[in-house]
């Protein structure tokens, strides 16, 4: 075997309270997250919401130490990995490609071809597949693929999602009776996934498999923990004003505090660093509205980090990729996705599905410009320079 090379795919995290604005200008610019129907508006709205949520969001960032750890954290689990692929008799070298913050993938991807590698896993670290995190990862190093001929040298393959991963699921598992044996009465202890949302548009429309692999996902580690707790699965973590996947996590918690449950177990479910929205979202604002429902015991499970189980779980996904037939870029949507077919893009005249389509582009473009001249006093004309 060539030169081995593990691609790890993440989110990236501003590292000061300067980084705020440029990261969520980034995040929002990308049509993954934010789906319009024109290209061209993507950029201005990205810069337009990027500059109201700044301050609100640098202000959680502040709360957790004035940055995310996202990259100490990742630049970690990549170091563990290197060394337990050593110990499995497999050296490999680690590149980290986040998608909105640096390390970007492009630095990784440039990295990993000064390198020479031949061979090359690319591994996200996001159990469950999703359009907004994998998906957009992906997208992105198609694109990269096609534009640099010095990559098709490489034998790569694609690990699209890896939820059902027995060391995985055990991590979890152990993590979660840790905390559990916290609490004075273990079995009555209510167990609390906390999967970060997506618009439930994703899942209902563009057929995003998301929500099925975190309910398969809780199932198993509930399998895997094997104890009498009572658990509930909801989401957190939503931006804007579409309906996202429910029940959201701050109306949930009050809902079980209502039917008598004093102690939670809260386990964030979709990402295995510590982050903002364990840090901030759940350890402080879910607690605040746990204790005033009248919650006792509010507990977190931590992240996976670089816990032991975890990583030897990542290296086998590594080794087990290295041996199977190889996944390629293209053929992850088709085996992620239930496709529905997008309407035609050509005009056609008539009560036809392509102009109910155009009309619906119209409509949310009128009704982007006027929320955004109620909101600024300006109209999108004037925002965009043109008048
Ligand atoms: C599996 C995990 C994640 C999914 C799914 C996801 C979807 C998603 N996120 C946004 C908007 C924001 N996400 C933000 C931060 C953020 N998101 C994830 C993970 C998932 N996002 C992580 C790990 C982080 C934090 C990184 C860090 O700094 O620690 C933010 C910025 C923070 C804030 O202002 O609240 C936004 C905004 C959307 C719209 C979306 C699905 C469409
Ligand atoms: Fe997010």
Not at 60 to 89: C, D, F, M, V, W
Not at 241 to 253: K, R
Not at 300 to 311: D, G, S, Y
Not at 356 to 364: D, K, L, T, Y
Request: with cysteine; proline share 7%; hydrophobic share 40%.
């Amino acid at each position: 075997m060539g030169r081995v090379g593990v691609l790890l795919l993440n989110l990236g995290g501003p590292e000061k309270l300067e980084d705020v604005g440029p990261f969520l200008y980034n995040l929002f610019s990308d049509p993954e997250i934010i789906r319009l129907p024109f290209p061209w508006l993507q950029k201005p709205l990205a810069w337009f919401i990027a500059s109201r949520r700044t301050k609100k969001s640098q202000e959680n960032y502040r709360k957790i130490g004035g940055g995310s750890p996202l990259r100490r954290i990742t630049e970690a689990q990549g170091a563990a990995l290197k060394e337990q692929l050593h110990a499995l008799g497999q050296e490999a070298n680690i590149y980290i490609g986040m998608r909105y913050w640096h390390p970007y993938t492009e630095e990784a991807i440039a990295r990993l071809n000064q390198d020479g590698i031949e061979k090359l896993v690319i591994l996200p670290l996001y159990p469950q597949f999703s359009i907004s995190t994998s998906g957009s990862s992906f997208r992105l190093l198609e694109k990269i693929w096609q534009e640099d001929p010095r990559l098709q040298r490489i034998e790569y393959t694609v690990i699209p999602s890896w939820y059902k991963q027995p060391g995985y699921l055990q991590a979890m598992a152990a993590l979660i009776a840790q905390e559990l044996d916290q609490v004075p009465n273990p079995d009555e202890a209510h167990v609390f996934f906390s999967a970060h949302g997506v618009p439930k548009s994703y899942v209902e429309e563009a057929g995003d498999p998301y929500q099925q692999e975190i309910e398969e996902c809780t199932y198993l580690i509930m399998q895997t923990l094997n104890r009498p707790n009572a658990h509930t699965l909801a989401y957190q973590s939503r931006v804007g004003p579409v309906e996202w996947l429910q029940p959201y996590t701050e109306d949930a918690i009050p809902e079980l505090a209502e039917k008598g449950v004093k102690d939670l177990v809260v386990v964030p479910i979709s990402f295995v660093s510590e982050h903002i929205e364990t840090l901030e979202e759940i350890d402080l604002e879910y607690r605040e509205i746990a204790e005033e429902a009248g919650i006792h015991n509010f507990r977190r499970v931590p992240a996976l980090n670089t816990h032991p189980v975890f990583i030897k779980a990542l290296a086998d996904l590594v080794v087990d990729a290295l041996k199977a037939p190889s996944i390629k870029l293209s053929q992850v949507y088709q085996m992620k996705k239930k496709v529905k077919i997008y309407p035609p893009e050509r005009w056609e005249w008539g009560i036809t599905t392509s102009a109910e389509v155009w009309n619906g582009r119209i409509a949310m473009l009128g009704f982007i410009g006027l929320m955004i001249e109620l909101i600024t006093g300006h109209g999108l004309l004037h925002m965009l320079g043109i008048l």
